[in-house]
């Protein structure tokens, strides 16, 4: 019978990073390995490998490395991942990849513009084949923007609505009412104290441009016009695919109506001044040293720390960002999970702050050894760190994790401070409660309003001119 090949081979490993990556590696060399072979012994054959393809017998090893960007290796049957990473690719210099890549760079385009280019450049194959593979999600090609509908290199970011030519010819009512209305300047739809349709500068603009002087069709027909607003005093507007398909948009701050291709015009206006002050900018701080980015883009690490100022930035090496402290702080406070959850609950809260292309093992590795988490129960589970070091804490000193009961108020009350003696009100009461106050950092919960909370259940504490007694 013959042998079949088997489902995951070291020469077809992927392209991966030789060490921020290499958890996935030791993973992806798990599964081709025997089951019976320990975690010791697969490490030192990635090690062995590795270095095998760093020497010169570079032929002997499973692995290759990557033609272009340094640290990465894959497997020897395996291509050079560098679409992953917006090379150009392996083969014929006019591929789809290569072509929209040189092409597609800074521009953005329609369903049938995309079409057309492909249509165009490749006339003898399958142009739907070719579609399909550009805009795919796996391909790393053509990426969609919700706001603009329109198709962008995915490495690119994506065009800005006053950029990007209106559509007015797909034979929809939007389009024909945008070429219509759209350029419609700032006017009132209320002249005076209160609304009179024959003075509305906005019906006499639309009766000029439809033809039609009807006032109650104008009426109808201004509000079938899909609308969005603006505050052109506050900065505060709509969300963005909203204005898009806006046929009509609103300045809350004017108490105007403008058209959404006169909007876009305005923006642009806008754009060219702040180009111009970035540029005055530029020249009058040219001398001054650049920002201290350098931090972010050092070493092989997944996730890497300033020790000056202690942001956090995130990311492959070269293509890192800041990552926003709130989101360290909730990882600090995780409680005990085991692995796979730890890693599900990561990912989600970094999806929330923007962050994509996870890899949460990297991200795991570095972060315990920046004390952001912490292994525990033998190394088979993960704590944030913060959690870890009060958890500790109120184990060392006994005290409770939990807040108090109104029987445990009444019973230690009853302890410190005999039923029949009134104390001061913040005199034996600290003691008692600086026990509970510890878990309750940043929770705005004080020392007073914690004896306050047990005067108020039931009776425990009954209060008499700043002083407090035990209830009978």
């Known amino acids: 019978m013959a042998s079949q090949e088997k489902a995951f081979s070291i020469e077809k490993m992927p392209t991966l990073h030789e060490s921020v990556q290499r958890d996935q590696i030791f993973d992806f060399f798990r599964k081709c390995l025997p089951k019976s072979f320990s975690r010791e012994k697969v490490n030192k054959i990635v090690d062995s490998q590795i ?3 760093h020497s010169s017998n570079w032929q002997r090893s499973k692995l290759r490395l990557h033609k272009t960007m340094e640290g990465y290796v894959h497997g020897r049957y395996a291509k050079d991942a560098t679409a992953l990473f917006d090379q150009p690719t392996d083969g014929r210099a006019d591929n789809v990849h290569n072509f929209l890549q040189t092409e597609a760079r800074g521009k953005s385009y329609s369903r049938s513009e995309l079409w057309s280019l492909i249509a165009e450049r490749f006339p003898g194959r399958n142009t739907l084949t070719l579609y399909n593979r550009a805009i795919s999600k796996d391909s790393n090609m053509m990426k969609l923007d919700r706001v603009t509908k329109r198709w962008h290199w995915a490495f690119d970011a994506a065009p800005k609505l006053e950029d990007v030519p209106p559509d007015t010819d797909d034979g929809s009512k939007y389009a024909e009412r945008l070429k219509l209305y759209g350029t419609m300047p700032r006017l009132k739809n209320q ?33 079938r016009l899909s609308y969005a607003w603006i505050n052109s005093l506050t900065g505060e507007k709509d969300s963005e695919r909203d204005i898009a398909r806006a046929n009509r948009i609103y300045d809350r701050g004017t108490k105007e109506w403008l058209g959404p291709l006169t909007y876009r015009e305005e923006l642009k206006q806008t754009d060219d001044v702040c180009d111009d002050a970035k540029k005055v900018i530029e020249v009058d701080e040219a001398d001054e040293p650049e920002a201290d980015t350098a931090w972010m883009q050092e070493g092989y690490d997944y996730l890497v720390r300033n ?69 525990v129960n033998g190394g088979d589970d993960l704590e944030g760190y913060q959690t870890y070091r009060s958890r500790t804490t109120r184990e060392k000193y006994g005290w409770p994790s939990r807040l108090p009961s109104e029987f445990d108020l009444k019973l230690v009350f009853q302890r410190m401070v005999p039923s029949s003696s009134l104390v001061p009100f913040a005199d034996r009461a600290k003691e008692f409660v600086s026990m509970y106050l510890v878990q309750l950092n940043g929770s705005g919960i004080t020392e007073k309003l914690l004896v306050k909370e047990a005067w108020k259940r039931k009776g425990i504490v009954k209060r008499e001119d700043g002083m407090f007694r035990i209830a009978a």
Do not use: C
Request: proline fraction near 2%; aromatic fraction near 10%.
């Open 307 to 375: 020790e000056d100022t202690w942001e956090y930035a995130i990311g492959l090496p070269g293509r890192r960002r800041v990552l926003d402290p709130d989101a360290i702080s909730r990882i600090e406070n995780l409680g005990i999970y085991d692995e796979k959850d730890a890693h599900q609950l990561i990912t989600k809260i970094l999806k929330e702050y923007a962050v994509s292309g996870i890899k949460v093992e990297a991200f795991v590795k570095n972060a315990v050894e920046l004390a952001i988490l912490k292994w």
């Open 191 to 223: 002249t005076g104290e209160a609304y009179v349709r024959e003075e509305s500068e906005v019906l006499k603009f639309m009766a000029e441009k439809s033809g039609n002087s009807n006032l109650d069709w104008l009426e109808a027909e201004f509000n």
């Open 51 to 53: 270095a095998l393809a």
